[in-house]
């Protein structure tokens, strides 16, 4: 059986994820693999589960997040315009 990098549990049907950077982790459940391997917004620090938005090398979980930053051109919804 495989254990968890992140809590340690043993389990038949463990997965293997390995990142874009090569790094490879065991986990027992997404939520484990999200504790490890997600990036965490840079203004309020949850972890980016979707796509986010990207602003150089900041990942934000969200447009508010990114404008919060000084990111002005972005938007959750393209049916409501970016502010200005």
Do not use: W
């Not at 389990?11 to 990036?39: K, M, N, W």
């Not at 990942?59 to 393209?78: I, K, M, P, R």
């Amino acid at each position: 059986m495989n254990r968890c990098d992140v809590c340690g549990n043993e389990y038949q049907q463990a997965f293997t994820l390995r990142t874009a950077g090569g790094d490879e982790y065991v986990f027992d459940s997404f939520e484990c693999a999200i504790h490890r391997v997600a990036p965490s917004c840079a203004h309020c620090g949850c972890k980016v589960i979707g796509h986010g938005v990207q602003a150089g090398d900041q990942v934000f979980c969200c447009a508010h997040c990114a404008h919060e930053s000084g990111v002005g051109a972005v938007s959750d919804n393209a049916e409501h315009p970016v502010p200005a």
